[in-house]
């Protein structure tokens, strides 16, 4: 999570997503996002239900995803996205994207993560079932190599 407050400095999170990872159970997420949540840099903010209704309908889309979707749109921030229908969706709407692996290729250029440490975590993550395409894969792995040079 300290990634994110490094790069971004302040992050925005709809309540429905703020619910969805903390109400459900204490989970080592949910408490590291209540804590971010206390100190102040990640935001919980509400977003109009109809909106969120509106266009889960009509794209559909999950409604955490398509709260996310609304929250960037009104605000105009750059949303953190992985679901490609979610980020079509956005896109439609001229809301700019990034996604985990992105954000984490972010992080090795701002010299927050080894490009050792990129590698390590994206491994980690396709073992626990992230869905990364071969050929993506590569090709981040080379930019976390050549970020540094």
């Not at 996310?68 to 750059?78: D, F, R």
């Not at 990129?118 to 993506?136: A, H, N, P, S, Y």
Request: charged content about 25%; glycine content about 6%; some cysteine.
């Amino acid at each position: 999570m300290s990634i994110l407050k490094d790069l971004f400095g302040r992050v925005l999170v709809p309540r429905l997503v703020f619910e969805e990872v903390c109400d459900a159970n204490k989970s080592p997420d949910s408490i590291i996002v209540t804590e971010a949540v206390q100190s102040g840099w990640l935001e919980v903010h509400d977003v109009g239900i109809d909106s969120i209704k509106r266009l889960a309908a009509i794209s559909g889309t999950h409604s955490g995803e398509t709260a996310a979707i609304v929250l960037a749109e009104s605000v105009g921030a750059l949303l953190i996205i992985d679901d490609k229908t979610g980020r079509r969706v956005a896109e439609t709407l001229n809301v700019n994207c990034i996604g985990t692996v992105g954000v984490l290729l972010k992080a090795v250029t701002q010299r927050l993560m080894s490009p050792m440490e990129f590698r390590e975590l994206i491994d980690r993550m396709v073992d626990q079932g992230f869905r990364l395409d071969t050929k993506v894969y590569r090709r981040v792995m080379k930019a976390a190599e050549d970020a540094l040079r």
